[in-house]
């Protein structure tokens, strides 16, 4: 009987570190702290080195018009580039997270979706970047005057919020790359090249150009990386609606024709044949896209692709300077 009177226990339950429902509505729940290296990786320092690759390209272009680097706007344009870029994904960790699209990803800590940061907090960190962005962006319209670019700064910002913020988001209906192409290629080398030269030479364009397609080639990597998670949640992007072989072959196409920009400008610049040694990342990150086979690999692609893009961009600057 002596058994029988021993009362009955059972082991503590454990808080799930998740629950269902918005996130915007979840309770912090207990979970390890959060370190310097849950807010760097959800900052995917990996990709600022697309923030940083059209303004080196930018530069370069301007100093063919104007011999003087201006550098302290050339470092101002720099800024707005990279604070941008890390706003952007903040932005993104909070919307994909309230709406549930982050649940189940591979890669960089996804702060809102992780319950372990309420949403509120990631979006005022993502506004406040933008807001940086804002401040240094109108310093160097009063610096140069040129005070119709407030319109392309806005734009930049407001694309930047609507990528994957806002009711209809352009990212999830296969507009993402188009998008990419337009401000991290065009706008960001043009406008680096206008605010310091106040001329756009040919070979501004066709630096862009390239600059655009590495930022594609990024996109689709990560795209192709979240593509079951992102048909299970709705989300459409390009690589869901093309499939992975067709993305394979798009992002090779971006990872390769930059290159072909590079030797049509070796024709007048020798020196932008060194722009091929980019290729010691980029051909591994080409394998990786069409050999894979875990989703995570992936994340190493998109980093050599964004190291791609920096390297071919300091070639880029040399020839122009050199």
Known sequence: MAASSKR??????????RTSGNPAKRPIVEAPPITARDWIGAARLRTVPLAVAPVVIGTGAAQLVDREL?????????AVAVLIQIGVNFANDY???????????????RLTASGRVRPRTVLIIGLSFFALAALVGLAIVIRTGQWWML???????????????GKRPYGYFGLGEVFVFVFFGLVATLG???????????EAWLGAVAAGMFACAVLLANNLRDIDQ????????????IGRRATKIVYT???????????????????????????????????????YRQPR??????????????AYAGALYWAFVG
């Open 151 to 165: 319109v392309i700064g806005a734009a930049c910002l407001v694309a930047a919020w609507f990528y994957t913020g």
């Open 8 to 17: 009955k226990t059972s082991a503590p339950k454990r808080k799930p570190v």
């Open 230 to 241: 992102d048909r299970e949640v709705g989300k459409r992007t390009l690589t869901v609606l």
């Open 95 to 109: 919307s994909d997270g309230i709406r549930g699209t982050d649940d189940h990803r591979v890669g960089p800590a």
């Open 253 to 291: 196409l971006f990872m390769v024709v930059p290159f072909l920009i590079a030797a049509f400008i070796a024709l007048l610049y020798p020196i932008a044949w060194l722009s091929m040694m980019a290729l010691l990342a980029g051909i591994p990150a080409i394998i990786i896209v069409w050999a």
């Open 70 to 78: 201006h550098w302290v706007i050339a470092l101002a344009c720099l």
């Open 192 to 202: 680096t090249t206008w605010v310091q030269a106040f001329q756009l030479p040919h």
């Open 297 to 310: 690999e992936l994340v190493v692609a998109l980093g050599l692709t964004s190291l791609t893009a920096l």
